[in-house]
């Protein structure tokens, strides 16, 4: 089972990135697909998660109104639009799928990991 993020990049503050993450080798529809990101010297922290099955979604409080979290199910991936990012969203964005009835926003629940995208937003 493979997770694959892609879509990071330099943007400067204020723009838009658009994060991809495809699922090989099984389908996630049992799961719940987060984002989560990690700064240099900093913890890895929770982002956003969708539930496949409905599509109920959670946000950090810090992205609220700035990123969306969606998924494909013909294309077996789950994305994530990156809206009015600021200097502070550099990061390594990670995606990571997790088991129904755990805790979304702790990353202990996730049992499957992509291998990270960089984000660099300039100011």
């Known amino acids: 089972v493979q997770l694959q993020a892609s879509g990071g990049g330099l943007v400067q503050a204020g723009g838009s990135l658009s994060l991809s993450c495809a699922a090989a080798?099984?389908?996630?529809?049992?799961?719940?697909m987060g984002w989560f990101r990690q700064a240099p010297g900093k913890e890895r922290e929770f982002v956003a998660a969708?539930?496949?099955?409905?599509?109920?979604?959670y946000y950090a409080d810090f992205v609220k109104g700035r990123f969306t979290i969606s998924r494909d199910s013909s294309k077996n991936t789950v994305s994530l639009q990156m809206n009015g990012l600021k200097p502070e969203d550099t990061a390594t964005y990670y995606c990571?799928?997790?088991?129904?009835?755990?805790?979304?926003?702790?990353?202990?629940?996730?049992?499957?990991w992509g291998q990270g995208t960089q984000v660099t937003v300039s100011s």
């Open positions: 990571a799928a997790a088991r129904f009835g755990t805790v979304v926003r702790d990353s202990r629940s996730y049992d499957y």
């Open positions: 080798g099984r389908t996630f529809s049992d799961r719940r």
């Open positions: 969708i539930n496949w099955i409905d599509s109920s979604t």
